[in-house]
């Protein structure tokens, strides 16, 4: 005969089950309303785990089980009492499929003025698709939202996030300090037009590890103001590759410096290593950058530097590009390129690009040594094996 289970059994298996409703600081959004159908509008659940867990003073999180959530739009704004909120997403937020209804947000999901904030796991699907077709199609569309925000914030970890289909952007970090995104994924279709995987703009110490980015634009933007950026292990592609820039749209910009990019995969991209600026005055600057083992497959323009852009022509032609490039080096680049020119630096005629170097660099052209192209760059060469230098 077999022995009873006891009232003690069936309590602990019952506390173990409803886990994470036992534990102290956590805030499950189903029980604060939410439904995981796609369909009903779960923000404002959403939004009251979040000014619980704000204005807690212990550490908290807010739980997302499986299934799927509509939200609308939320934000999630600080400062807090708390500095250690972490977001468990199990499921997948969704966005609404109607792109008229945040299309002209500047962010479906932002973060605002917060600090120690983390997002583990979870979907986010930006449901961009119907914008992307009303813009191919030539008629008044909205500019789009950007799917996740986080400005003025600091000590932000982001770890085995996805983020499909974003309208616009996916991920922008606009004035942040010490973020760490780690096992990232971005995917939206290779003609989607501006969904930039991951922005990072007038923010220090970003840091992004072990991800895979597909889309329609840059893989990783870099703008304005970025400072001691840290890009491993990256796989890009298709997209735009990973740039620096646009910058020297405004007169008074700040610079872009102390840039790492290590290890990264570009494949069927437009670009590989890009650094881009209008041909028009401006302050700023890059210096100090390194791109090291990039191993490009099917490239069209696998290293470039390009400050002549002047998309439409307009409010640049006939100017040359105001920012300062110094000190580039290109180690370890290898694979192959789609175009015969694999290597172009078309630089400022009034600021030349100085101090760039090429070191071990080998990249071919349907089986033969790919070329190179220089305009007003000066620098070194050293290993370059395959490509005929310009410097």
């Not at 500047?106 to 983390?118: A, E, P």
Request: with cysteine.
């Amino acid at each position: 005969m077999e022995k009873p289970i006891s009232l003690f059994t069936v309590t602990l298996l019952f506390l173990l089950f409803n886990q994470s409703l036992a534990i102290p600081g956590t805030y499950n959004i189903l029980e604060l309303g939410a439904k995981p159908d796609g369909k009903t509008d779960s923000s404002k659940s959403l939004l009251s785990a979040w000014a619980a867990a704000c204005g807690s003073t212990k550490p908290a999180t807010i739980f997302v089980p499986k299934g799927r959530y509509f939200v609308k739009q939320a934000q999630f704004r600080g400062p807090c009492k708390n500095r250690a909120i972490s977001f468990r997403i199990d499921g997948t937020l969704v966005a609404p499929s109607d792109y008229k209804a945040i299309g002209n947000a500047d962010f479906w999901l932002q973060f605002h003025r917060v600090d120690g904030v983390s997002i583990r796991g979870g979907i986010l699907d930006g449901q961009g698709t119907g914008l992307w077709g009303c813009k191919a199609s030539g008629k008044n569309c909205p500019t789009g939202t950007t799917t996740l925000g986080f400005t003025n914030s600091n000590n932000i970890a982001i770890a085995g996030l996805t983020s499909l289909n974003s309208q616009l952007f996916h991920l922008v970090f606009n004035g942040c300090n010490t973020v760490k995104l780690q096992g990232v994924k971005v995917s939206a279709a290779g003609n989607s037009p501006n969904t930039d995987g991951i922005h990072v703009q007038y923010s220090s110490g970003v840091t992004i590890l072990n991800s895979k980015i597909s889309t329609g634009d840059d893989c990783v933007s870099i703008g304005p103001g970025t400072t001691s950026l840290w890009i491993e292990n990256v796989l890009c592609g298709p997209g735009h590759g990973i740039s620096i820039g646009s910058l020297g749209k405004d007169f008074e910009e700040e610079g872009v410096q102390n840039v790492t990019v290590k290890s990264v995969t570009f494949r069927n991209t437009q670009n590989g290593a890009r650094i881009k600026s209008w041909g028009r005055p401006s302050k700023g600057f890059v210096k100090d950058v390194l791109f090291q083992h990039a191993t490009m497959i099917n490239v069209q323009n696998p290293i470039l530097i390009d400050q002549n852009y002047c998309p439409d022509n307009i409010n640049c032609p006939g100017q040359v590009s105001g920012i300062k490039i110094n000190d580039v080096t290109y180690q370890d680049i290898h694979g192959t390129s789609a175009t015969e020119i694999a290597v172009k630096f078309d630089c400022s005629k009034k600021n030349p690009c100085s101090g760039i170097r090429l070191e071990d660099v080998k990249l071919t052209y349907k089986n033969q040594p790919a070329k190179t192209s220089c305009a007003n760059a000066a620098g070194t060469k050293l290993g370059l094996l395959g490509t005929n230098s310009c410097l």
